[in-house]
């Protein structure tokens, strides 16, 4: 996974490159698509959350990006991503979204650092190209994403998997509608969903340690079932949600949050935080300050605005224990049905 190239932001001093740039993208469209004529959008769709990582279980440099892109009718797509890498010592940081009288414990939402704002995003332009179930995009950066398409909810929605790159990317998906970016659906329609009916699929770097061998890193799979939190209590306000799971035991175990990235809710980026509340117990804390839990989530909304789930990463880089990069846990995954 060393060699994977996270996208870079444009440098103030590189506007007029940009420009020119965008200048020549519509001069020459791609494959032979002029600006004059109409591009085929990828099953209809423009707004795509998506989900990408580089993950290897011999590795210790994983990374994750979680974008928007948005494909235009004239052959051309924008993104934009956030990226979390184990290069990176990403800390965690508040969404700002106090989670009360939700989940047994009154505490605001924390998240991957970055996740609250588009000032940390990376952007990137490309071109695409649509062939049978086949999206291609180059990017002017010399990135290029293969992937499949499929068409859900009876047309309403669409689904990407990742069947190529040049980046070092193993694994990536995502979905996508025409409802805007600003369609954000509230939590109390949220929590009213039929979470059962919502598949979860991921995959996620971690590690076992064994006195003989150390750490071994291995890459936690699962598909096909619900995520483990089946019904979402709506919190003070209604802005987030919260809940609470058991252990094999009966005692109280994980405390789980829902919120926005950041207070002002006029986007679909989520954050997903849980913590088991024993270890916040063994540090005499409320709100738990260790190594939690943190998953930016988009939502996956169709065109018609119905609430689909989420498309999302997690990013819980270590910061707690001396054990260092082999108590990071990081991947990709969807909840989505």
Avoid at 217 to 239: L, M, S, T
């Amino acid at each position: 996974m060393d060699t994977a190239i996270p996208r870079r932001k444009m440098s103030p001093h590189s506007g007029r490159a940009l420009i020119l740039c965008a200048v020549t993208l519509l001069i020459s469209a791609p494959h032979g698509t002029s600006n004059a004529e109409t591009a085929r959008l990828p099953l209809e769709k423009t707004n795509f959350a998506v989900a990408i990582g580089g993950l290897d279980a011999a590795s210790t440099t994983n990374w994750v990006r979680l974008g928007q892109y948005t494909f235009a009718a004239d052959g051309t797509v924008s993104a934009q991503d956030w990226y979390w890498s184990q290069r990176i010592r990403v800390r965690r940081a508040s969404t700002g979204v106090p989670a009360e009288n939700c989940a047994g414990r009154d505490c605001t939402v924390l998240t991957a650092a970055g996740w609250q704002t588009t000032e940390t995003a990376q952007e990137q332009r490309g071109t695409y190209t649509v062939a049978n179930d086949s999206l291609n995009v180059t990017w002017t950066d010399g990135q290029h994403e293969d992937w499949k398409i499929s068409s859900l909810a009876g047309g309403k929605l669409s689904g990407i998997e990742l069947t190529g790159n040049n980046f070092g990317a193993t694994l990536g998906f995502g979905n996508g509608s025409n409802a805007p970016w600003t369609a954000r659906v509230p939590a109390t329609v949220i929590a009213a969903a039929q979470h059962a009916e919502l598949v979860h699929r991921y995959y996620l770097w971690k590690t076992r340690y064994s006195p003989e061998t150390g750490y071994t890193g291995y890459i936690d799979h699962g598909d096909g079932a619900p995520f483990w939190v089946r019904k979402w209590n709506r919190c003070d306000g209604d802005q987030c949600l919260g809940a609470q799971t058991t252990s094999n035991a009966g005692a109280t175990h994980t405390a789980y949050y829902i919120s926005p990235a950041d207070a002002p809710a006029g986007h679909r980026r989520d954050a997903l935080w849980h913590w088991h509340i024993e270890l916040a117990d063994a540090r005499n804390e409320d709100c738990y300050t260790g190594n939690s839990h943190v998953k930016p989530m988009i939502q996956v909304v169709d065109d018609d605005g119905g609430f689909h789930g989420w498309v999302g990463v997690e990013a819980s880089l270590n910061q707690s224990t001396k054990a260092g990069v082999n108590d990071d846990d990081i991947g990709i995954f969807r909840i989505v049905g």
